[in-house]
Protein backbone atom coordinates (compact mmCIF):
# COMPACT_ATOMS: atom_id res chain seq x y z
CA UNK A 1 0.00 0.00 0.00
CA UNK A 2 2.43 2.48 1.21
CA UNK A 3 4.26 1.71 -2.13
CA UNK A 4 1.21 2.38 -4.09
CA UNK A 5 0.75 5.92 -2.21
CA UNK A 6 4.36 6.72 -2.86
CA UNK A 7 4.20 6.22 -6.59
CA UNK A 8 0.91 8.37 -6.72
CA UNK A 9 2.15 10.94 -4.27
CA UNK A 10 5.65 10.94 -3.94
CA UNK A 11 7.15 11.34 -3.31
CA UNK A 12 0.96 18.45 0.88
CA UNK A 13 1.94 22.15 3.68
CA UNK A 14 2.98 25.13 5.83
CA UNK A 15 0.49 27.34 3.67
CA UNK A 16 -2.47 25.28 5.72
CA UNK A 17 -3.17 27.03 8.64
CA UNK A 18 -5.66 25.40 10.96
CA UNK A 19 -8.66 27.95 10.56
CA UNK A 20 -8.36 27.25 6.69
CA UNK A 21 -12.06 25.35 5.84
CA UNK A 22 -11.32 21.42 4.40
CA UNK A 23 -12.85 23.15 1.30
CA UNK A 24 -10.17 25.48 0.97
CA UNK A 25 -7.75 23.12 0.94
CA UNK A 26 -9.43 20.66 -1.44
CA UNK A 27 -9.91 23.33 -3.86
CA UNK A 28 -6.15 24.12 -3.57
CA UNK A 29 -4.97 20.54 -4.05
CA UNK A 30 -6.97 19.80 -7.34
CA UNK A 31 -4.65 20.03 -9.96
CA UNK A 32 -1.69 18.43 -11.47
CA UNK A 33 1.26 18.60 -9.66
CA UNK A 34 4.87 17.83 -11.14
CA UNK A 35 7.46 16.17 -8.77
CA UNK A 36 10.31 18.10 -8.23
CA UNK A 37 12.03 16.79 -5.06
CA UNK A 38 11.98 13.81 -2.90
CA UNK A 39 14.19 14.00 0.27
CA UNK A 40 14.55 11.26 3.35
CA UNK A 41 14.71 12.10 6.82
CA UNK A 42 18.69 11.87 6.10
CA UNK A 43 18.51 14.88 3.69
CA UNK A 44 19.35 12.59 0.78
CA UNK A 45 16.98 14.01 -2.89
CA UNK A 46 16.10 11.05 -4.54
CA UNK A 47 15.09 13.89 -7.67
CA UNK A 48 17.33 15.66 -10.11
CA UNK A 49 17.14 17.59 -13.13
CA UNK A 50 18.04 14.49 -15.41
CA UNK A 51 14.92 12.46 -14.16
CA UNK A 52 12.20 12.14 -16.30
CA UNK A 53 8.41 13.95 -15.12
CA UNK A 54 6.31 12.20 -12.46
CA UNK A 55 2.91 13.98 -12.32
CA UNK A 56 -0.13 13.68 -9.97
CA UNK A 57 -3.45 14.14 -10.88
CA UNK A 58 -5.41 15.61 -7.69
CA UNK A 59 -9.52 15.68 -7.98
CA UNK A 60 -11.52 16.44 -4.97
CA UNK A 61 -12.03 12.56 -4.13
CA UNK A 62 -9.18 10.86 -5.92
CA UNK A 63 -5.30 10.75 -6.63
CA UNK A 64 -3.90 9.59 -9.59
CA UNK A 65 -0.15 9.39 -11.04
CA UNK A 66 1.77 9.38 -14.78
CA UNK A 67 5.14 8.87 -14.55
CA UNK A 68 7.25 9.74 -18.25
CA UNK A 69 10.49 7.83 -19.35
CA UNK A 70 12.41 7.02 -22.08
CA UNK A 71 16.19 8.95 -23.29
CA UNK A 72 13.66 12.07 -24.49
CA UNK A 73 10.53 11.37 -21.47
CA UNK A 74 8.29 11.71 -24.33
CA UNK A 75 6.57 8.02 -23.16
CA UNK A 76 4.33 8.18 -20.67
CA UNK A 77 2.36 5.41 -18.37
CA UNK A 78 -0.32 5.82 -15.95
CA UNK A 79 -0.39 4.16 -13.07
CA UNK A 80 -3.73 2.82 -13.37
CA UNK A 81 -4.28 3.61 -10.18
CA UNK A 82 -6.99 6.23 -8.98
CA UNK A 83 -6.99 6.19 -5.36
CA UNK A 84 -9.80 8.12 -3.07
CA UNK A 85 -7.99 9.81 -0.43
CA UNK A 86 -10.11 11.92 2.46
CA UNK A 87 -9.04 15.21 4.47
CA UNK A 88 -8.99 15.79 7.29
CA UNK A 89 -7.19 19.14 8.72
CA UNK A 90 -3.96 18.63 6.99
CA UNK A 91 -4.03 14.72 7.00
CA UNK A 92 -4.88 13.00 3.20
CA UNK A 93 -6.39 9.31 4.12
CA UNK A 94 -6.08 6.45 1.89
CA UNK A 95 -8.00 3.38 2.12
CA UNK A 96 -7.33 0.35 -0.26
CA UNK A 97 -9.12 -2.42 0.54
CA UNK A 98 -7.92 -3.32 4.07
CA UNK A 99 -4.93 -1.44 4.05
CA UNK A 100 -5.26 2.03 5.34
CA UNK A 101 -2.26 4.86 5.08
CA UNK A 102 -1.87 8.79 5.44
CA UNK A 103 0.16 11.61 3.93
CA UNK A 104 0.64 15.19 5.85
CA UNK A 105 0.19 18.08 3.63
CA UNK A 106 3.28 20.26 5.40
CA UNK A 107 2.85 23.38 2.27
CA UNK A 108 0.37 24.19 0.40
CA UNK A 109 0.20 27.17 -1.92
CA UNK A 110 -1.32 28.41 -5.52
CA UNK A 111 2.17 26.88 -6.67
CA UNK A 112 3.74 24.52 -3.98
CA UNK A 113 3.12 21.61 -2.73
CA UNK A 114 4.71 19.56 -0.14
CA UNK A 115 4.01 16.16 1.63
CA UNK A 116 5.41 14.17 3.78
CA UNK A 117 4.92 10.29 3.88
CA UNK A 118 5.87 7.84 6.34
CA UNK A 119 6.60 4.36 6.31
CA UNK A 120 7.16 2.11 9.56
CA UNK A 121 7.83 -0.64 7.24
CA UNK A 122 10.91 0.96 5.78
CA UNK A 123 14.73 1.59 6.99
CA UNK A 124 13.83 5.79 6.46
CA UNK A 125 11.13 6.75 8.85
CA UNK A 126 9.76 9.48 6.33
CA UNK A 127 10.19 11.23 2.67
CA UNK A 128 9.50 14.66 2.30
CA UNK A 129 8.04 15.29 -1.53
CA UNK A 130 7.79 18.98 -3.32
CA UNK A 131 5.68 19.29 -6.24
CA UNK A 132 4.78 22.38 -8.19
CA UNK A 133 1.22 23.48 -10.02
CA UNK A 134 1.13 22.73 -13.62
Given at each position: ??????????????????????????????????????I?????????????????I??????????????????????????????????????????????????????????????????L????S?????
Amino acid sequence: MKKIILFLITGFIIGCSSDDSVTDKESGLVGTWLRISVIDEDGDEYVDEEDCPHETIISETTVSAVSYFGDDCSSSANSGVSLPYALDGNIMNFELGTEKSTLEILELTSTTLKIKDEDDDDVLSYFISTYTRQ
